[in-house]
């Protein structure tokens, strides 16, 4: 099986299943080894020191967590083919959370339908960095879809590209820099040089799978019977107003495709912080835009798991 079906076949496997409850995910392991590593090498007082750390700890997760089982599935390819691409299926699988996106955007959505405020920001608090304590309505929605937008990269297009490229080791690679990105990767007097390198290193490895997954929200707009070249219209002219040189373009696809405006202050433990608007001022933020977020999100992943079958198969 070629890797182009590996992907496939990963995607489509963690949509029905979702995350694995046994073995231990090897996000949670990726999380201990940079929980550890953080404690004992991580000195804010020493920025060259820090630095030179950070780098170590970027080189030294990749051996762990894509080397080794690169290895692992060498040799067993070797000894039980079919057997090494099951693994390297789950391997890939365990790299996307296309399942527990859709899942964390539904549960914010009935929360705020159906319990009110205070459980709708207890629920999207799991899901986003920003202080959630004293978000309003409006600030709940737009908070839920801004996440659903960043994390179709993150979490669906760019682990299955790279699966595609190298199969389960490169999506592991991803998946280590991306985690890595998530917990030390921070504008902070803790991690501004600790996390230097993560943060450079995810923001060069989410170039391409951003603009990929613009194109593939726009067929899914297109799919959703909806206008992607609106949408299209509003990312060239506020896709790269994100301080980030990824993130802001799908969320600006977003914005253009649902007719709303994100960006706007934030708040990260207590301090606030602006993001440049993304799209037109139209409709008033309501529960429907979590809904039609969603829909772009499973269009999206159903668009590439499409183009990947039908690459697969002629590859």
């Known amino acids: 099986m070629n890797d182009l079906l590996v992907a496939a076949s990963a995607l489509l496997l963690d949509r029905v299943i979702g995350d694995p409850l046994f073995p231990p995910h090897p996000v949670i392991l990726m999380g201990r080894y940079i929980t550890w590593f953080e404690r004992r090498f991580n000195h804010p007082q020493r920025p060259r020191w ?3 750390s ?37 391997l890939a699988a365990t790299t996307i959370a296309w399942k527990g996106l859709a899942r964390s955007g539904e549960k914010v959505r009935r929360a705020l339908t159906e319990r009110g405020l205070p459980p709708a920001r ?8 920003r202080d959630t304590a004293l978000l309003d309505e409006s600030g709940v929605i737009r908070a839920t879809v801004e996440t659903l937008a960043e994390n179709l990269v993150d979490a669906i297009v760019a682990p299955v590209l790279f699966a ?3 199969g389960a080791p490169w999506a592991l690679a991803y998946r280590w820099i991306n985690t890595l ?48 070249r609106s949408a299209l219209r509003i990312v060239r002219r506020d896709g790269r ?6 993130s802001g373009l799908p969320e600006a696809m977003m ?5 709303i405006q994100l960006g706007g202050m934030n708040h990260y433990q207590g301090q606030a912080s602006w993001h440049p608007l993304l ?37």
């Open 122 to 129: 207890a629920a999207v608090s799991e899901i986003v960095g």
């Open 54 to 90: 950070g780098i170590a700890l970027v080189t030294s997760g990749l051996v762990v967590f894509s080397g080794l089982p690169f290895l692992g599935l060498y040799e067993l390819s070797r000894l039980a083919a079919p057997a090494a691409v099951i693994t390297s299926i789950w």
């Open 255 to 259: 914005a253009g495709g649902l007719h």
């Open 241 to 246: 107003r994100h301080a980030s040189p990824n």
């Open 181 to 228: 990105d998530a917990m030390v990767g921070h504008h902070s007097a803790r991690y501004e040089t600790f996390g230097w390198a993560s943060a450079r290193t995810d923001d060069l490895l989410n170039l391409i799978p951003a603009r990929v997954t613009v194109g593939l929200m726009a067929l899914a707009l297109y799919f959703a019977r909806q206008d992607p």
């Open 279 to 315: 799209g037109d001022s139209g409709d008033a933020l309501q529960p429907r835009h979590i809904t039609e977020a969603l829909r772009i999100v499973g269009w999206t992943s159903i668009s590439l798991f499409g183009l990947l079958v039908v690459g697969g198969v002629v590859v």
């Open 50 to 52: 820090n630095r030179a």
């Open 164 to 166: 595609c490229l190298g």
